[in-house]
């Protein structure tokens, strides 16, 4: 399973100490985005925008054909999908702590979300991000399939959603 090899992991975690991005990156991502969606864009962590772009582009580079709409929501539900995390951002020590705990059993991702503040809020943040972040696009201004596919990206309903899913998983 590519999602949890040390290998994969470890890669994420050097990712997450230098992540970078060109110009070029963020001039893709204002395209996409209106002036508040793209401020939104822009209040995300750098690590969170870098992986936000790798999303993105792996949906535009690999992408099923798509109608103009359903491109244009895809990829700016793409480049604001952990948006929400913007509202608690999390330590390094948290972030692995998450990782960690989604790929635990069930009964002890119950007793951790369960136990003490200092542990169960980051739990709680990563459950609630999604959401947070379909109510931040709102209020940016993007319009209901975007949010929809934000609240979504987690737990898919749609084909867009399962095709967010993916390359959130990927990436």
């Known amino acids: 399973m590519r999602g949890w090899s040390i290998f994969y992991r470890s890669g994420q975690f050097i990712n997450v100490l230098w992540a970078r991005f060109g110009r070029e990156d963020l001039t893709r991502a204002r395209r996409f985005l209106n002036a508040p969606a793209y401020a939104l864009f822009l209040r995300q962590a750098p690590t969170e925008r870098r992986h936000s772009l790798k999303v ?14 359903d491109r244009r929501n895809v990829l700016q539900a793409a480049l604001l999908h952990d948006c929400g995390k913007s509202l608690f951002p999390l330590r390094l020590w948290q972030r692995v702590l998450v990782v960690c705990w989604q790929k635990s059993p069930q009964a002890v991702q119950t007793r951790l979300i369960r136990g003490p503040k200092f542990v169960s809020s ?6 609630r991000h999604p959401v947070w972040g379909s109510r931040l696009a709102h209020q940016a201004g993007l319009n209901d399939d975007v949010c929809r596919l934000i609240a979504e990206h987690h737990q898919p309903q749609t084909p867009l959603g399962r ?9």
């Open 56 to 69: 993105a582009a792996l949906i535009e580079n690999r992408g099923p054909a798509l109608s103009a709409d």
């Open 122 to 127: 980051p739990l709680r943040s990563a459950q």
């Open 163 to 171: 095709l967010l899913a993916e390359a959130d998983d990927r990436c």
